[in-house]
């Protein structure tokens, strides 16, 4: 689904501050798999998240999504394909809009923004349907704005409106980094039912060595814009999690 | 009482700008400087089309276009050549002095004896009365089409533009496209203004775009107040307050002009008015505390 070929990427090529964020990077994810990616900061995994979205292009090398060649295809076009739950609360939901407003324009992601208007009853219900889900009580405020709820219900909504509309790449950046432990779990047990629900391809970023051992079937080690470690699913499930530890220090 | 009809139909005329700017200030969080520019333009392109005795349905087109083109320009040079919005619109505003200029031949157009929209239609027989209906209709219609688009698809997405540009990126909307329709269709609505406010006034002058921005800001302003202090959330509602807004400024602007203040000190009082307008909230949330 995801095919990565011999990237590389550098920040302020030849001057002082220049960063070689990604030093050639092969990695090819199949359809349906969950990779969890770890590293420590400056290793690259962001940047390498961001490649794949499209909101950097990569210096060499080329990037293919669903067999389409999208290296140079700027980000809201890729939106066709991928969705993507940001570190910050604030960057995936619209603070000003209601929850109602921000699942609309969630549902027409891969479709052109008319100008007809699509928030009738039926999708109204719709929405709130699937939001009870989360058993927060949120459905009963779908005309509230955004920017009253928590970090935690924001990114557990961001993650339900990335499969309002046909999704096959979920793009996870540290998700929680941002949460209480309680949002925490909430947001990792949502998009963990998605993913298997939705038979989605996911990547994951995050630093929660917990969570990197519990979730996901592929299990990354980035360093140094280079991947280090590549676990498959058997690989991983021989691990124990002190294992995760180990690698860091 | 005939100073208070005139600041109504004033508003009324205003409303468009208080619309314009609104649409690129708190959709966009884009400071628009063209609207000194695009309204005047509009202004001139009024008075060149109804001295050459042009119908409406040529007039409103033309001036719709030109306010839309000139505010499209400083979408292009902010989003293409990622120059600061505030900057953009300096450049254009300052070209378009020239091109008002240029466009007129002169440096003000009277419009005696020529028909306008308020000669159109013949509703009631006092000339400020029949205007007051006519501005009445046309402020309605333009506010139905802006709120109508504000609830579409794309009205929304324009929304979120401004609000979370990572969100609505990712959401699949090109924001450098959005931000210039924008932009286009805030400084439409500033020509509009000019449009009417030059058929009321009976004439077009170059220079009466100056400063102009601060009664769309003042009005927009009041309107923001008000939308928080009464925890307005429909889009219908919040755009009726920004027409409220255009004509409460004018209003405030008589008052003072009634109360026998020296008309010099006009200006003095609108900027001591629009930094009250702003400061009230911040010093209601401090005795709050």
Known sequence: MIDINNVHKTFNTGRANQVNAVNGIDLHIKQGEYVVIVGANGSGKTTLLDMVAGSVFPGTGTIEVDGKDVTKLPDYKRSRWIARVFQNPMSGTASDLSIIDNFRLAAIRTRSKGLSIGINDTFKNQVREKISTLGLGLENKIEQPMGTLSGGQRQALTLLMSVMDSCKVLLLDEPTAALDPRSAQVVMKTADELIKDYRLTAILITHNLKDAYNYGNRLILMGEGLIMKDLDAKQKSTLKQNDLFDWFS | ?289
């Open chain 2, 1 to 289: 009482m005939d100073f208070y009809l005139t600041a109504l139909l004033q508003g009324l005329c205003f409303s468009a700008i208080a619309l314009g700017i609104y649409i690129s200030m708190k959709i966009f969080n884009i400071p628009d400087i063209t609207t000194d520019g695009s309204y005047t333009l509009g202004a001139v392109v009024t008075a060149i089309l109804l001295t050459h005795h042009q119908p409406t349905y040529i007039i409103l087109p033309a001036v719709i276009i030109a306010g839309g083109i000139a505010g499209a320009i400083t979408g292009l040079i902010h989003t293409k050549l990622k120059i600061n919005a505030l900057l953009a619109g300096i450049l254009v505003m300052t070209a378009l002095y020239s091109v008002n200029l240029w466009l007129m031949g002169r440096s003000n157009l009277p419009l005696i004896n020529v028909s306008s929209l308020f000669t159109l239609i013949n509703i009631s027989a006092d000339p400020n009365h029949n205007s007051f209906w006519i501005l009445l209709l046309f402020v309605a219609i333009i506010t139905l089409i802006i709120g109508y688009l504000l609830k579409t698809d794309f009205g929304i997405a324009m929304r979120a533009t401004g609000n979370s540009e990572s969100m609505i990126r990712s959401l699949g909307v090109n924001t450098d496209r959005m931000k210039i329709t924008g932009l286009a269709l805030a400084n439409a609505l500033t020509a509009l203004s000019g449009y009417l406010i030059s058929q009321l006034q009976g004439y077009t002058d170059i220079s009466m775009g100056i400063g102009i921005v601060i009664i769309g800001l003042g009005s927009v302003i009041i309107a923001e107040t008000l939308i928080n202090w009464l925890r307005i959330t429909s889009v219908w509602l919040s755009l009726i307050l920004v027409l409220t807004g255009a004509i409460i400024f004018q209003f405030v602007l008589a008052i003072t002009l009634d109360i026998g203040v020296d008309p010099i000190f006009l200006k003095v009082v609108t900027a001591v008015f629009v930094l009250l307008i702003v400061s009230l909230p911040r010093i209601t949330f401090r005795t709050a505390k």
